[in-house]
């Protein structure tokens, strides 16, 4: 997907959602991810709400939850933090981070929009869907 509109670019996005307890199914947003391939953008913030993660399930391992949120803010950044993803494209660990997977961590559907400012947007996309 590229291409411009009225000065702003295509973007695709995913909420990072947290589910404690895969065989219940229930969940919270802890984040989104960001991708934009005319700007060559990707990154991930991450709020995770513990008291909300803990009502779902009170045994739930908060500090490997925050890990494999920031895991996936590392792998966004690229460079040696991000392991063998590093040497990826944006577009590349985008996909690789949006596949689905039966974890703790699992990233929701693929949507899209336009944006003139790719990062306001990541901001705005956190305080929308997950704060």
Do not use: K
Request: charged fraction near 30%; aromatic fraction near 4%.
């Amino acid at each position: 997907m590229s291409g411009r509109t009225d000065g702003r670019d295509v973007f695709e996005y995913a909420v990072l959602r947290v589910v404690p307890r895969v065989e219940r199914g229930e969940l919270i947003n802890a984040g989104v991810v960001v991708y934009c391939r005319a700007r060559s953008y990707v990154a991930a913030r991450v709020e995770l709400d513990e008291d909300r993660l803990r009502a779902l399930d009170r045994g739930v391992d908060v500090e490997g939850v925050r890990a494999a949120l920031h895991a996936v803010e590392r792998v966004c950044r690229g460079g040696e933090a991000a392991g063998q993803a590093a040497a990826d494209d944006a577009g590349r660990r985008f996909r690789w981070l949006v596949a689905p997977r039966s974890t703790v961590v699992q990233p929701g559907p693929v949507h899209t929009g336009l944006t003139a400012d790719p990062e306001a947007e990541t901001e705005r996309l956190l305080d929308v869907l997950v704060r």
